[in-house]
């Protein structure tokens, strides 16, 4: 620790000299994905970046006694480009290759998570958001959000639950599932949703008996067929607010600064002035611990490993050649492990529907969240004011949160689960 005062000024002069965000958060401040996007600023870091963090270390480690030369490290380099001029998805917040691709159809695809065959899933690396909740007796399924997939082969396809129908809706989607609860169907029905159930014109059984019932699979291919036959041109999406790629890396590099300089001993003893690094999270949805998840914070990739509670990784064929056809994904495909950007945990009010079978989650309202990206965890509060507005994540303070760009992993925890890191 750096219990010298004045060196501890002298740190504090040089971050602030330089326009490096301070990594101490003061109550009542707005954390790093909040602040002011000043164009002026990125140009800055785009054509300086490498001179300012050359002379901070310089400085620093000029400052700094031998055994602290904590900033003798390389930082990951910041892209030059300046990106005001990019166009960038409204699902996952990366630049897109072309601007046509902004409000192509998406798509929200049950997908299952069952030990009876379901998995290892298939295409679930290019979902762009994926909410994952009990569907029943414990056992969570997936409600999977893709725009523009390139993937041979997506699925298993599974039925609907009503809860996962709220979430999909301001996503502007083709829902597409296999049958599913009475209440979920009448809600298909009745909110005149463009609606893809089990259809072997665009979908097709895997002959790969192991998957039991769990063997039916689209394609991109089908799937963009069926939007063309629909006249199903663009989608009205509604996405979450997004840190832009440099905002993103610089709030990485802060937080890299934070850590090797520890400085501010007095602030850092006061943890709830400061947002802390995770390295593991840890989600207990209530069901079988077979269902339980946890991620570990992989810092060369800025991503979150994905595992079950046992320790397996879960993975995921990924079938990159759109043109395979309807093939089995075994043996066509390879594995990969789920490794999302953003992994966010929404506590939810639930409990066990009126049939005593399936579950009932409450979708609107508001409730705790925890967002982590980046490295650390932004603790805060969902909000949903009706079926057909986009969930919000606010922070302590009320302001809504940036999402990082990327995948983004939502579970919803019941109450009586937990989200441990």
């Known amino acids: 620790m750096h219990k010298d005062k004045k060196m501890e000024e002298k740190l504090e002069s040089i971050i602030d000299k330089n326009g490096i965000s301070n990594p101490i958060k003061k109550p009542g401040s707005k954390n790093t994905a909040t602040k002011k996007r000043d164009w002026l600023t990125?140009?800055?870091?785009?054509?300086?970046?490498?001179?300012?963090f050359g002379g901070v270390t310089c400085c620093l480690i000029g400052l700094l006694k031998p055994e602290e030369e904590v900033l003798a490290v390389d930082f990951p380099e910041i892209p030059s480009s300046i990106e005001k001029e990019?166009?960038?998805?409204?699902?996952?917040?990366?630049?897109?290759?072309s601007p046509e691709l902004k409000n192509a159809p998406t798509f929200c695809i049950q997908i299952p998570n069952g030990l009876d065959g379901a998995r290892p899933q298939v295409g679930l690396t290019e979902a762009g958001v994926i909410f994952e909740a009990i569907a029943e007796a414990g056992i969570t399924r997936f409600a999977a959000i893709f725009q523009n997939p390139l993937s041979a082969v997506i699925g298993p396809?599974?039925?609907?639950?009503?809860?996962?129908?709220?979430?999909?809706?301001?996503?502007?989607?083709?829902?597409?599932?296999?049958?599913?609860?009475?209440?979920?169907l009448a809600a298909v029905r009745a909110g005149g949703y463009l609606d893809?159930?089990?259809?072997?014109?665009?979908?097709?059984?895997?002959t790969d008996y192991s998957r039991r019932w769990n063997n039916l699979f689209t394609t991109a291919t089908n799937l963009k067929q069926f939007a063309s036959d629909m006249g199903f041109s663009s989608s009205d999406l509604k996405g979450f607010p997004r840190l832009l790629p440099l905002e993103a890396e610089r709030e990485r590099i802060d937080r890299l600064i934070a850590e090797k300089l520890d400085i501010l001993e007095e602030a850092k003893e006061n943890t709830s002035e400061i947002i802390p690094e995770v390295g593991e999270i840890n989600l207990r949805l209530g069901g079988a611990t077979s269902f339980n998840v946890r991620y570990n914070y992989d810092a060369s990739s800025n991503s979150y490993?994905?595992?079950?509670?046992?320790?397996?990784?879960?993975?995921?064929?990924?079938?990159?050649?759109?043109n395979l056809g309807e093939v089995n994904p075994e043996g066509s495909c390879?594995?990969?492990?789920m490794a999302p950007s953003v992994v966010i945990a929404m506590i939810v009010d639930e409990g066990r529907a009126a049939d005593g079978y399936y579950e009932s989650i409450k979708t609107t309202g508001s409730g705790k969240v925890y967002v982590f990206q980046n490295g650390l965890v932004i603790r805060g509060t969902w909000e949903k004011a009706s079926k057909a507005e986009q969930i919000k994540f606010l922070d302590e303070n009320g302001v809504e949160?940036?999402?990082?760009?990327?995948?983004?992993?939502?579970?919803?925890?019941?109450?009586?689960?937990?989200?441990?890191?």
């Open 86 to 97: 990019e166009v960038y998805s409204a699902l996952t917040g990366k630049v897109l290759s």
């Open 334 to 337: 390879n594995l990969v492990q």
């Open 42 to 52: 990125i140009s800055f870091l785009s054509l300086g970046i490498v001179f300012i």
């Open 401 to 421: 949160i940036l999402l990082a760009p990327g995948q983004t992993f939502i579970s919803a925890v019941p109450g009586y689960g937990s989200v441990e890191f």
């Open 305 to 322: 490993r994905r595992s079950y509670a046992s320790g397996e990784a879960h993975e995921v064929y990924k079938c990159p050649d759109e």
């Open 157 to 184: 396809i599974r039925s609907l639950r009503v809860y996962y129908l709220d979430w999909d809706t301001p996503f502007g989607c083709a829902i597409v599932h296999a049958g599913g609860a009475a209440d979920a």
């Open 196 to 206: 893809l159930t089990e259809n072997y014109n665009y979908m097709y059984r895997g």
